[in-house]
């Protein structure tokens, strides 16, 4: 039998593979560089860059929930400055040989904006920028823009204004049809979708009557929020036809295999790194496995396969 | 960080009760002990419980290389620790280690002073058996069923004094009161004092030490998910030379051991 090809186009984008790590959940990839070899990996996704330096919330900012994470790390980041100039961070993904995505936030648009032009001008290395939209609005209100059609129209295009780098936008669950985000993103320039965010949620410690996080209600995340997840990734497939990331549980081939039947062209980890760094490979190796098993020659064959009839 | 970190499944070698609701655990680990400081902790991975995914953090309290193991002294405390009590020998754990930036290494010649709380006698352990010389050793805790491992304090030719707020061993009353009278005998020997307990008792001693200018380092024990530096989880608010005078740094990698001059108290006191 021919190899199995795992490699994936996510439009100009290409992969080595669909496996990919979540925003938030692998720093900037330095931080695992020797647990985990990074070359190995689809592409990783940094941790939300603003263009400010960010303090985050206060402490205690996660919290272990049944088969769930609930976190509110508060978006703690650098700032763009140091983002693109220290060692840690972009100057040391570039010498990594995998796709690496820029997660983009602010608290208007001309922050994203910001970002978005600064990047545009030191693109090298940078596969794509993806748009957490999932942050509050201050300049309107507070809404966020990943639960408000208008808002999340604006600040997509206003970024696909700002830069010719692809651009991923990152939808929120918490909406009652997320195909409509996706529809209206991709109408204003978004090349591709990520879903999902975290979903919110709240827990109390009954002893101490105090919720697991400083502000009172985070995202959740993990094992729990998987079904949920592939629903999701499964209405924007048939709403859209751009590449999807799909994310939110993902913590074995097995389980990223159901995202793709479901219409994910590629899949990110996040929680599952917590527990298992080695999550990602292990993935990567059960889905060739997978596709070795059905006789299938090119992953992408798989994605959207999910029978309905 | 200088030593390579491992993710190793490791052979339970033993886990016994140590007394009341501690246990020691001890993994026979190839890769990750040869590296361990004092100070630094392994993130260990809980057996058999896929509805708890996070790994807990817990202080190596020894490991010898020459025997590849390496073990943890443990309070039980909640549905992780007791998981992890109910291990028996021969289980395979996953450990990811050795994390953390442990404590500098002690000077040749000055006195050392370690002050420990609860279970912070298990992050100090490996600084006695490693000092350049002995010193002197302070065990805290509520009572006498809290006070662990001073036979093996002692065995290194540390003196130990021993504090319970019950008085039902050695001093009652704070094990910083037992600190204010050893950094007074052994100001001449301009001491270096290592501290691990309680977030409160290190900010006391953290107090005790800066008013006489004596060097002191404390082990801080924040919640932890990644436990490697990746998800901002885990932060301490550390003096920085910014606007607000602070920054938040992640305990798990740029701690958990911090000077005591860096450390950024609200109250505005330095
Ligand atoms: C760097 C570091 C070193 C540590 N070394 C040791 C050690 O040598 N021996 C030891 O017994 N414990 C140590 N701890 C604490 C240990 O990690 C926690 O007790 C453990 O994670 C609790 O898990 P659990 O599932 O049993 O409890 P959970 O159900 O998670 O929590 C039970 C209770 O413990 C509290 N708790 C949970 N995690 C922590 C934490 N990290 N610090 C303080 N309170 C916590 C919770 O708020 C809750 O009240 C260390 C922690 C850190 C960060
Ligand atoms: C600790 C933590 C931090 C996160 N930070 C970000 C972030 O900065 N930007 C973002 O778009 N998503 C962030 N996320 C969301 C993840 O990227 C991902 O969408 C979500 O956790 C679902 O995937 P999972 O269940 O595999 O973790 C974060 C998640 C966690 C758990
Ligand atoms: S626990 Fe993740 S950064 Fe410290």
Redesign the interface.
């Known amino acids: 039998m021919a190899e199995v090809s795992l490699e994936t186009r996510l439009g100009d984008v290409i992969l080595k593979n669909p496996v990919v790590t979540a925003s938030g959940t692998f720093g900037y990839g330095k931080e695992y560089a020797d647990l985990v070899p990074l070359e190995k990996l689809g592409g990783i996704t940094v941790k939300g860059v603003s263009p400010f330096p960010s303090h985050g919330n206060t402490p205690p900012r996660t919290g272990e929930v049944f088969a769930g994470l609930i976190n509110s790390i508060g978006l703690q980041n650098p700032g763009l400055d140091r983002f693109m100039n220290h060692e840690d961070y972009l100057p040391f993904l570039r010498t990594v040989d995998t796709a690496v995505f820029i997660n983009i936030w602010g608290r208007t648009i001309d922050d994203y904006v910001a970002v978005a032009a600064a990047l545009d001008s030191e693109s090298e290395g940078i596969a794509a920028l993806e748009i957490n939209i999932s942050c509050p609005n201050i300049k309107e209100g507070g809404s966020s823009f990943g639960t408000n059609l208008t808002l999340a129209g604006k600040v997509v295009e206003a970024v696909r204004n700002a830069t010719s780098l692809p651009l991923i936008t990152k939808l929120s669950p918490n909406v009652t049809h997320v195909a409509d985000f996706a529809r209206c993103v991709v109408d204003h320039g978004s090349d591709m979708i990520s879903v999902i965010n975290t979903y919110p949620a709240m827990s109390i410690d009954i002893n101490t009557r105090r919720p697991c996080v400083s502000t009172v209600a985070g995202g959740l995340s993990g094992h729990a929020i998987k079904p949920i997840a592939v629903k999701i990734v499964y209405d924007v497939a048939r709403a859209v036809d751009v590449p999807i990331i799909g994310m939110g549980g993902i913590y074995s081939a097995e389980d990223a295999i159901e995202f793709m039947l479901a219409g994910a062209d590629a899949v990110a980890i996040g929680t599952a790194l917590f527990s298992d760094p080695g999550t990602p490979l292990d993935v990567i190796a059960g889905i060739k496995t997978y596709l070795e098993s059905w006789g299938i020659n090119d992953v992408a064959d798989i994605v959207g396969t999910v029978l309905t009839v | 960080m200088n030593h390579?970190?491992?993710?190793e499944v490791c052979d339970v070698l033993e886990n016994c009760n140590y007394r009341g609701d501690y246990f020691q655990i001890t993994f026979r680990s190839r890769l990750i002990t040869p590296g361990v400081k004092a100070g630094q902790f392994v993130h260990i991975?809980l057996p058999d419980m896929?509805?708890?995914?996070?790994?807990r953090p817990f202080s190596v309290f020894d490991a010898s290389t020459d025997e590849g193991t390496l073990s943890v002294i443990y309070k039980v405390v909640g549905a992780g620790s007791t998981a992890l009590a109910a291990v028996e020998r021969g289980k395979r754990i996953?450990l990811?280690g050795p994390l953390g930036n442990g404590f500098p290494a002690t000077p040749i010649g000055r006195g050392i002073i370690i002050v420990a709380g609860g279970y912070g006698c298990a992050s100090t352990y490996l600084i006695a058996r490693g000092a350049a010389q002995p010193g002197v050793c302070l065990l805290g805790a509520r009572n006498k069923a809290d006070i662990l491992v001073e036979d093996a304090f002692a065995a290194t030719g540390f003196r130990v004094h021993i504090s319970t707020d019950d008085g039902s061993c050695g001093h009652q009353g704070l094990v910083t009161e037992l600190l204010d009278r050893v950094l007074t005998e052994t100001a001449g020997a301009s001491p270096v004092t290592y501290a691990c307990g309680p977030n409160a008792m290190l900010d006391a001693v953290a107090d005790m030490c800066l008013a006489r200018d004596i060097e002191a380092y404390l082990s801080y024990d924040?919640?932890m998910?990644?436990?490697?530096?990746?998800?901002?989880?885990?932060?301490?608010k550390r003096k920085a030379d910014?606007a607000?005078g602070w920054?938040?740094v992640r305990t798990c990698?740029d701690g958990p051991v911090i000077d005591a001059r860096e450390v950024y108290r609200e109250d505005g006191t330095t």
Do not use: I, K, W
């Open positions: 390579s970190r491992f993710q991975q896929p509805h708890l995914t996070l790994r996953s990811l924040m919640n998910c990644c436990g490697v530096g990746a998800c901002f989880t885990c932060v301490m910014n607000d920054e938040y990698r």
